[in-house]
């Protein structure tokens, strides 16, 4: 039953870890509203900023990135009912076009934001079902005004909710990127994701472009989500390598069994009636073994995989002490930053690390103990020693 528990643990770590999209961020704080000339009202004039900053870097990324979006988060903020409606506090979304193309959110009822919406900043607003019964007691609120930092938004289309590990807030709205630069709503921080070419170095490339961003903490999602089913990985990997080289013992004492019965039948045979009797028992010890060698190969190869993922982790040579600590402290730098920007999704990936981690280790032990005590209760007496009678205990 414990089994049984920590296996359903690890499908379900499994099952979000590859949910989480394997893309690359880059974390910044975001400009702080700020008026042009003195006297008129703070606004985020400082995202028309970054925004050009990411056009300059669409260029340096591509072939190595795609589908590449900047957005500002602003938790919590103030939603409300305007003319003094009921309100509460929701994670603000500022998006672009682009974003859609990397999160795809479940739409239920009206529309996404329109191209020409995100282009000129209307005020238009995605919320979640459960902001929308929070402020309107129905799942439905298409067409109903909702105001945020001063500014009204129309409401276009209400999104999937389902708060999960790693968000801070209990509801969630969009609005058009742009649409924030005339508000004076406080930004939490930038994010500038990207989806990674296959095979092109995408990472070497977002890194060094992202840094002209602004100071913050970059991302690789695709390294987290290694990094989190690791164990898992370890456990099948090493469990498979033990099943492969049980089925070569296995294949020996065949090839033994075999071995004897061939010399036996060569007491009353001769060896040329005996070619089709040994011809397909070698073919089929022959597969045996290539199939068992080819699982080993196979496992081999799925346990030093990571090691094409996190290269930083492998010194320069392996026997120097010198290189083993340089690597080292080149791994843990920037996990030891004194600020570290944090997005859902990393948090969501530690957290089923950590799942995933606790799951294997009790399915290693609990695996140990069924594998020490089949080999006990299917172990073979010793030659002049006698098997115990039915029914006995086994020692």
Wanted: net charge neutral.
């Amino acid at each position: 039953m414990l089994l049984v528990i920590a296996l359903a643990a690890i499908a379900f770590a499994w099952v979000n870890i590859r949910a989480v999209p394997g893309t690359f961020q880059h974390v910044y704080a975001a400009p702080q509203p700020a008026a042009e000339a003195e006297g008129e009202k703070a606004t985020n004039g400082g995202l028309r900023d970054a925004r050009l900053k990411i056009r300059e870097l669409e260029t340096e990324l591509e072939g190595a990135c795609e589908d590449a979006t900047l957005y500002a988060l602003a938790q919590p903020s103030s939603v409300s009912i305007p003319d003094g409606g009921k309100s509460t506090s929701a994670r603000l979304v500022g998006v672009e076009e682009s974003w859609f193309y990397l999160k795809s959110p479940v739409l239920l009822n009206g529309r996404l934001l329109y191209p020409d919406e995100c282009v000129y900043g209307e005020r238009v607003a995605l919320v979640d079902e459960q902001l929308a019964v929070a402020l309107f007691q129905y799942a439905e609120p298409l067409g109903e005004e909702i105001e945020v930092a001063g500014q009204r938004y129309r409401i276009v289309g209400v999104l999937k909710a389902g708060k999960r590990v790693g968000e801070q807030m209990d509801y969630s709205l969009y609005v058009p990127l742009r649409s924030l630069e005339d508000t004076n709503v406080t930004l939490t921080a930038l994010v500038y994701e990207a989806r990674p070419v296959q095979g092109a170095g995408g990472w070497s490339a977002f890194q060094t472009a992202s840094q002209k961003l602004g100071e913050g903490t970059t991302i690789s999602l695709v390294k987290e989500r290694m990094n989190a089913a690791m164990p898992m990985r370890m456990l099948f990997t090493l469990c498979g390598m033990a099943m492969a080289l049980w089925g070569v013992r296995r294949m020996n004492r065949r090839s033994a069994r075999f071995a004897a019965a061939y010399h036996d039948c060569l007491q009353t045979q001769y060896a040329a009636h005996l070619v089709g009797f040994a011809a397909v028992r070698l073919l089929l010890l022959a597969l045996g073994y290539l199939a068992c060698a080819a699982a080993l190969a196979w496992l081999f190869t799925r346990l030093v995989e990571p090691v094409y993922t996190f290269p930083e982790w492998v010194p320069a040579v392996l026997v120097e002490p010198k290189d083993i600590q340089t690597a080292f402290w080149n791994v843990w730098q920037s996990s030891a930053t004194v600020v570290e920007y944090r997005t859902p999704e990393l948090l969501r990936l530690r957290f089923l690390r950590e799942v995933m981690a606790w799951s294997c280790g009790a399915a290693a032990l609990l695996l140990g103990s069924l594998a020490g005590a089949g080999s006990v209760l299917f172990k073979r007496p010793a030659p002049g020693e006698q098997p115990p009678a039915e029914g006995a205990e086994r020692s």
